[in-house]
């Protein structure tokens, strides 16, 4: 939920290219949905799911050590969180959509309300929790610190989706 303190603060970017990068992350983001459709008849859901999830991490890695990667090229910082930071909206939110669509699909219909309600419960609290550590991290000057943590917790939530549903069936609707 820091994204525009990272980009304020730590990249030490102005409004307008705050605005600009996050604009340009939902655009690719719209134009990439398109390709969801596409994965899954290539690939199946679920591998489609975490593949686009797991090709988000590195770029996670790269706004944490983007000051870095500016010392060493000639690109701006800006450009650089700019693109890893796009990079990563596209990926790891491309699955969502089929992400969704499969959770509706192994859920009966009498247990979809709950499961909803209780996934946006425990993604609330995460990003409260995130954001609440994030923020004091970001505020002591560590803007590196929140990008691996995310990183590494975006893996093992990636791993643990992987291992409890590569093998799940839908469930046949009620009739």
């Known amino acids: ?7 304020r603060a730590g990249v030490h970017a102005h409004d307008s290219e705050i ?4 604009a340009s ?12 459709p596409f994965l899954v ?11 686009a999830r797991l090709l988000g991490i590195p770029f996670v890695l790269l706004l944490a050590f983007a000051p870095d990667v ?35 699909e192994i859920l009966a219909p009498q247990e979809r309300g709950t499961a909803i309600g209780a996934g946006m419960a425990v993604f609330n609290l995460t990003f409260a929790i995130g954001g609440f550590a994030g923020a004091a991290m970001m505020n002591a000057g560590d803007f590196r ?8 917790f975006y893996l093992a939530g ?3 989706y992987w ?8 469930v046949p609707e009620l009739g």
């Open 70 to 104: 500016e010392r060493l090229s000639q690109l701006s910082l800006l450009s650089i969180a700019g693109i890893a930071f796009v990079a990563r909206n596209v990926f790891r939110n491309v699955a969502t959509p089929i992400s969704s669509a499969f959770e509706m």
């Open 145 to 152: 610190t929140p990008f691996l943590l995310m990183a590494f």
């Open 1 to 7: 939920p820091l994204f525009n303190v990272y980009f």
């Open 163 to 170: 291992f409890f549903f590569r093998k799940t069936q839908a």
């Open 19 to 22: 605005g600009v990068t996050f």
């Open 41 to 51: 008849a290539r690939m199946g859901k679920i591998p489609a799911i975490i593949s």
């Open 158 to 160: 990636d791993v643990l």
């Open 25 to 36: 992350g939902s655009l690719l983001l719209a134009l990439a949905a398109l390709f969801g």
